[in-house]
């Protein structure tokens, strides 16, 4: 499975040279965005924010957070796990914690710090984002060399 992942890996960082607003990104964005649309919404309950991060999430769309918190809990977990807004749901990210170990590739992820949500890609598909790099543009202010930085407070 590493194997296959690190040639998924290099296949797409050699996509990378596609242009945002080339022809071919424009082909791939009217192949991809209808059936990323149905199957992950179907399947994650997904909310299309355009920068996926389903496998740091125990594939639990942190998007579904009614505070849109993409970095953990926002500390007002009911003690039976259930969300503090919508106390009849269970709270997303303990349901990304408790799931994040059966992915053993990623399980370590939900542990790291996601950049902010670049809301001009809501309802853009992260497939081709994730090809064009456009998912890697970070908001000015944010450190790239802390983006792996590891929380320590899910030990």
Not at 46 to 71: A, D, F, V, W, Y
């Amino acid at each position: 499975m590493r194997k296959i992942t690190h040639y998924v890996l290099r296949f797409i960082t050699n996509m990378k040279f596609l242009n945002q607003n080339s022809a071919i990104t424009k082909i791939l964005d009217r192949v991809f965005l209808p059936v990323e649309k149905i199957s992950k919404q179907a399947i994650f309950d997904c909310r299309m924010c355009g920068q996926c991060i389903l496998h740091s999430t125990g594939l639990t769309c942190p998007m579904r957070c009614p505070k849109n918190e993409r970095n953990g809990p926002c500390g007002g977990v009911r003690p039976n796990g259930n969300c503090e807004v919508f106390p009849d749901k269970p709270c997303v990210w303990m349901q990304a914690i408790e799931r994040s170990p059966r992915l053993p590739l990623w399980q370590d992820h939900i542990r790291h710090l996601q950049p902010p949500v670049d809301w001009r890609l809501k309802d853009t598909s992260s497939w081709t984002n994730l090809l064009t790099g456009r998912d890697q543009v970070h908001p000015k202010g944010w450190d790239v060399a802390s983006e792996n930085w590891t929380r320590t407070d899910a030990d």
